[in-house]
């Protein structure tokens, strides 16, 4: 079964828009919750979460998770061309660590 | 960026041989993880390591060992290669475990023919 699912899981935007990435989970004795980007090489660490309610923020890019509804959001706000990539969330749950499948962001100029 | 390194960066090889990714760390991190990446699949975990000759399995370690005997270095070992591991494979490392952040290697692109 499908522990963290992503979505869209595909997404075409134009330069300018503000986007929102949806990952959801199911899993027992959560921990944390993190957001990767990843180009054309190693992902590369967004954000950590283990608290509902909290925005983490970094420039255009924020993130919060609902640990009562079992979601996280990821936002990038004025999106732009750099932005094209991956984005991965993953879960620690007990001593397991899973990630999703991931967004493809397109963000044409 | 976290000095970490992998070793080949790609290799071509042929079905039933062996086959050893090296994962090789200068940050000191307790942990060490081997993952895999497939379309469709995303990232995998095959194994990780909490320490020195500490570690255990993943989701999808059939087919897979590994060994750690010094903090720095972790290896990844495919005792026969099937073209089912054909892949992108990714080390990554983190401090003390799950309330850390992983930081990931370059990747190494295996091709099993």
């Known amino acids: 079964e499908d522990k963290v699912v992503q979505s869209p899981l595909s997404l075409v935007v134009h330069e300018g828009d503000t986007v929102t990435l949806n990952c959801s989970y199911e899993?027992?004795?959560?921990?944390?919750l993190l957001w990767y980007k990843q180009e054309k090489k190693a992902p590369t660490f967004l954000f950590m979460l283990?608290?509902?309610?909290i925005e983490k923020k970094s420039g255009r890019l924020s993130s919060i998770l609902d640990k009562k509804e079992l979601f996280s959001i990821l936002n990038i706000t004025a999106t732009q061309t750099g932005d094209s990539a991956v984005y991965l969330c993953a879960v620690f749950y007990g001593q397991n660590f899973v990630f999703g499948p991931g967004t493809r962001l397109s963000v044409l100029p | 960026d976290a000095g970490i390194t992998q070793s080949p960066r790609h290799k071509v090889t042929e079905t039933g041989t062996p086959v050893t990714l090296r994962c090789h760390q200068t940050e000191n991190h307790r942990y060490m993880y081997w993952y895999r990446q497939d379309p469709g699949h995303g990232l995998r975990l095959i194994h990780y390591s909490y320490g020195v000759k500490d570690t255990d399995k993943g989701e999808v370690s059939d087919g897979y060992s590994v060994s750690r005997s010094k903090t720095e270095d972790f290896l990844l070992t495919l005792e026969s290669a099937t073209s089912s591991q054909t892949s992108v494979y990714f080390c990554a490392i983190s401090e003390s475990g799950y309330q850390e952040t992983q930081y990931f290697g370059p990747g190494t692109r295996l091709l099993v023919l």
């Open positions: 283990t608290s509902s309610g």
């Open positions: 899993v027992t004795n959560f921990r944390s």
